[in-house]
């Protein structure tokens, strides 16, 4: 099979995101002799930055350059990226926002079929590429069998394969501008205006070195109190995962998670949090990690390194009597 | 403003841990609780506050068994014109592709100038929106965590993009979006409002309604399958605390102590 793969490259500030040397091992995985070809979208300094760290890893890239690319919108980017793929290729996106925005719609403009959020790859059976993906916030897992003959858009779970640090390549920068932008630019029906940056709240749990993180299992806004004075008593802060924020219970700053706040504590105490890898995408500098939770079979058992199989209301209460009777 | 909202019907996963079931090929769908997708809810309520802002209908559409007339309904009680239900035995097994080539099939039939979906469900693909987009050659934001309506042929949306920043752009009507929890506060729906809805005709469109081509729905149409469903082994995992209360209190707070988790 002559098919290429294909790896679409994140970059900000000419710096190339880690997702550039996983998508490397997710593509030997899946195709291990098939040449591997990272494709580069932005604009002047900033990207010629990102194709020459690049080129340590890869042997060929191909870039796409103009003025109007220097904020990656995906609606631009799907129609330009048709123009320069051949048919029947494997092309790789990392599976976050600006993945999850590209993706599914190129997929329909190449025609084929789309995978996404692969976590894991079982090679070829009956011709078919075999995954495994997550279902349920990661429940319960999947195999699936890919029909990737006359090409595949497949999404890959960040942090998941390992980066490919080998940098031996001295690649060649190929410039696919002329043939991207021959038609003129696509995508003018959505345009950028601006980034909104998040909002600077009244704790900054970025530099906090104990973090009680609280989830749904908190069942009740009034419940929180009781986080509080745990928090209090060990002498950290407050976090939180997604649903307490879409309840608005807690401020959007006070999120862990890829689309909330990156945090490096120490120690992270995670009660009633499920666990799903968006919220724990969001925990980085390997704390130790305790999970408080009442399901057994909550994924983030998997990630912790201390568990209890508890109630949380019932626990939490006890844990500070207890924290409050050692420091006496 | 003609809205159109694609709502799915999924087991729901705050009421229930989901197991596989004894030989793998399905989870254990025996005294479920299903509800519809916690994404689209967001969506049907983002929807029908544009149609109180600016007029207009807000239509509920799921593709499904019969079964999935519950959550459309539901969504009716919430505050939408109508629903739709989009069954055929035909639709069975189809990938996300196929679903999204069905929901174009019926948008076709109608004069829509907002899609809402999801921003995904429980198989966690977040796919249908994006894809339906592409097929309508429409454009697409996904993530979407903010609507404001600039007049009758272009919006401003947000999208959630990382470390809880928003990304701003105009778009132009008609789109579709994926809808991102989170973007407001979900009304309540009491027993009474479901009685309301309760004979209002929800109309079933099958394959004969819609003119699709066969070869990309169904089971034989789909290019991406799900072979089973297994529990992923953890591996080492985390040490679970066994023993009484007082003694897993014990070790908790000592295991705190040394690794600088109490101040």
């Keep these: 099979m002559a098919q290429t793969v294909f790896t679409y490259i994140l970059h900000k500030d000419g710096k190339i995101d880690d997702t550039a040397f996983e998508l490397i091992s997710a593509a030997k995985k899946i195709l291990p002799d098939a040449p591997v070809i990272a494709i580069a979208v932005g604009s002047g300094s900033e990207l010629e930055a990102a194709c020459?760290?690049?080129s340590a890893s890869y042997p060929e890239i191909w870039k796409i350059d103009d003025e109007a690319l220097s904020y990656p919108n995906a609606e631009i980017i799907r129609g330009l990226l048709p123009r320069i793929i051949p048919q029947g290729s494997i092309v790789l996106v990392p599976h976050e926002h600006f993945g999850m925005d590209l993706s599914p719609g190129l997929s329909i403009k190449l025609d084929t079929s789309f995978l996404p959020d692969a976590v894991d790859f079982q090679g070829m059976e009956d011709g078919k590429l075999k995954a495994i993906r997550e279902e349920y916030s990661g429940q319960v897992s999947t195999h699936?069998?890919?029909?990737?003959?006359?090409?595949?858009?497949?999404?890959?779970?960040?942090?998941?394969?390992?980066?490919?640090?080998?940098?031996?390549e001295s690649g060649t920068v190929v410039d696919k501008t002329a043939d991207a932008?021959?038609?003129?630019?696509?995508?003018?029906?959505?345009?950028?205006?601006?980034?909104?940056?998040?909002?600077?709240?009244?704790?900054?749990?970025?530099?906090?070195?104990?973090?009680?993180?609280?989830?749904?299992?908190?069942?009740?806004?009034e419940n929180l109190e009781m986080v509080n004075e745990l928090a209090e008593t060990m002498g950290g802060d407050v976090s939180c995962s997604r649903p307490i924020v879409d309840a608005?219970?807690?401020?959007?700053?006070?999120?862990?998670?890829?689309?909330?706040?990156?945090?490096?504590?120490?120690?992270?105490?995670?009660?009633?949090?499920?666990?799903s890898f968006q919220h724990m995408g969001g925990v980085k500098g390997a704390p130790y990690v305790i999970a408080v939770n009442k399901n057994p079979k909550a994924p983030i058992f998997q990630q912790a390194d201390v568990g209890v199989v508890a109630d949380i209301l019932e626990f939490i209460p006890m844990l500070t009597d207890k924290v409050k009777e050692i420091k006496g | 403003m003609e809205i159109l909202v694609c709502v799915k019907r999924v087991p729901d996963t705050a009421e229930n841990e989901i197991e596989v079931n004894k030989d793998g090929t399905d989870i254990e769908r025996d005294d479920l609780v299903y509800s519809v997708n916690e994404w689209d809810n967001y969506a049907a309520e983002e929807a029908i506050q544009i149609r109180d802002n600016v007029g207009g209908t807000v239509t509920v559409l799921?593709?499904?068994?019969?079964?999935?007339?519950?959550?459309?309904?539901?969504?009716?009680?919430?505050?939408?014109?109508?629903?739709?239900?989009?069954?055929?035995?035909?639709?069975?097994?189809?990938?996300?592709?196929?679903?999204?080539?069905?929901?174009?099939?019926?948008?076709?039939?109608?004069?829509?100038?907002?899609?809402?979906?999801?921003?995904?469900?429980?198989?966690?693909?977040?796919?249908?929106?994006?894809?339906?987009?592409?097929?309508?050659?429409?454009?697409?934001?996904?993530?979407?965590?903010?609507?404001?309506?600039?007049?009758?042929?272009?919006?401003?949306?947000?999208?959630?993009?990382?470390?809880?920043?928003?990304?701003?752009?105009?778009?132009?009507?008609?789109?579709?979006?994926?809808?991102?929890?989170?973007?407001?506060?979900?009304?309540?729906?009491?027993?009474?409002?479901?009685?309301?809805?309760?004979?209002?005709?929800?109309p079933v469109h099958g394959t004969g309604d819609l003119s699709l081509s066969?070869?990309?729905?169904?089971?034989?149409?789909?290019?991406?399958?799900?072979?089973?469903?297994?529990?992923?082994?953890?591996?080492?995992g985390a040490d679970i605390l066994e023993g009484s209360i007082d003694e897993i209190l014990d070790k908790l707070v000592e295991i705190l102590k040394t690794k600088g988790g109490i101040k």
């Design chain 1, 144 to 168: 699936v069998l890919c029909d990737i003959a006359q090409g595949s858009v497949i999404t890959i779970r960040p942090g998941v394969f390992k980066a490919d640090e080998s940098k031996g």
């Design chain 2, 214 to 236: 066969p070869d990309v729905i169904g089971k034989s149409g789909a290019k991406v399958k799900r072979l089973d469903y297994f529990v992923h082994d953890p591996g080492e």
């Design chain 2, 62 to 202: 799921s593709v499904g068994g019969e079964d999935a007339e519950e959550v459309v309904r539901r969504e009716m009680a919430m505050g939408a014109d109508q629903g739709i239900l989009l069954s055929d035995e035909a639709f069975t097994g189809s990938d996300g592709r196929g679903i999204s080539e069905i929901i174009k099939a019926e948008v076709e039939k109608g004069k829509y100038d907002l899609i809402l979906t999801g921003a995904q469900a429980d198989d966690g693909a977040g796919q249908i929106g994006g894809m339906l987009a592409a097929l309508l050659d429409w454009p697409y934001a996904s993530l979407v965590n903010l609507i404001e309506i600039i007049d009758e042929s272009k919006i401003k949306v947000g999208r959630e993009i990382a470390g809880g920043n928003q990304e701003m752009s105009e778009i132009d009507l008609p789109c579709v979006l994926s809808i991102q929890t989170g973007i407001n506060e979900p009304r309540y729906v009491g027993i009474r409002g479901i009685r309301k809805v309760a004979s209002m005709e929800i």
């Design chain 1, 181 to 221: 932008l021959k038609e003129g630019l696509p995508g003018q029906s959505r345009r950028f205006l601006e980034v909104v940056e998040a909002e600077v709240g009244d704790v900054d749990i970025t530099k906090s070195e104990i973090l009680i993180s609280v989830g749904r299992g908190i069942e009740d806004e």
């Design chain 1, 52 to 54: 020459n760290e690049l």
């Design chain 1, 248 to 275: 608005k219970w807690m401020e959007k700053s006070r999120q862990v998670g890829t689309s909330g706040q990156t945090v490096k504590p120490k120690v992270y105490l995670a009660l009633g949090i499920s666990g």
